[in-house]
Nanobody, 127 residues
Framework: QVQLVESGGGLVQAGGSLRLSCAAS????????MGWFRQAPGKEQEFVAA????????YYAASVKGRFTISRDNVKNMLYLQMNSLKPEDTAVYYC????????????????????WGQGTQLTVSS
């Protein structure tokens, strides 16, 4: 079992930066691949970024590549999403999720690969 709690959301101006955090409980965090997803009002939930359990591989949606950085600390059981050059279209509820998959689809954001989800944190980017 992995329980996930996101934090760090808020209101930021376009062009600004913010870091989201996801605290994980449970002893198996370091054996799970992790991902960030987001859902804007009236839209489907979409993949943002993912990271291998070891931290050695990171994957991004085209819309955030070069602006967002996913990272993890397996000692502290923490997942992070550093977001720079924020745009109003980044406004959404952001969710972290954990995957125990042995496959590769988690890296491209296949939601069925993710077993555990947080409750989400709201990011609003004003223009």
């Amino acid at each position: 079992q992995v329980q996930l709690v996101e934090s760090g959301g808020g209101l930021v101006q376009a062009g600004g930066s913010l870091r989201l955090s996801c605290a994980a409980s449970g002893r198996t965090f370091s054996r799970h691949h992790m991902g960030w997803f987001r859902q804007a009002p009236g839209k489907e939930q979409e993949f943002v970024a993912a990271i291998h359990w070891s931290g050695t591989g990171t994957y991004y949606a085209a819309s955030v590549k070069g602006r967002f950085t996913i990272s993890r600390d397996n000692v502290k059981n923490m997942l992070y999403l550093q977001m720079n050059s924020l745009k109003p279209e980044d406004t959404a509820v952001y969710y972290c999720a954990a995957s125990s998959s042995d496959g590769i689809s988690w890296a491209s954001g296949a939601k069925f690969e993710y077993d555990y989800w947080g409750q989400g944190t709201q990011l609003t980017v004003s223009s």
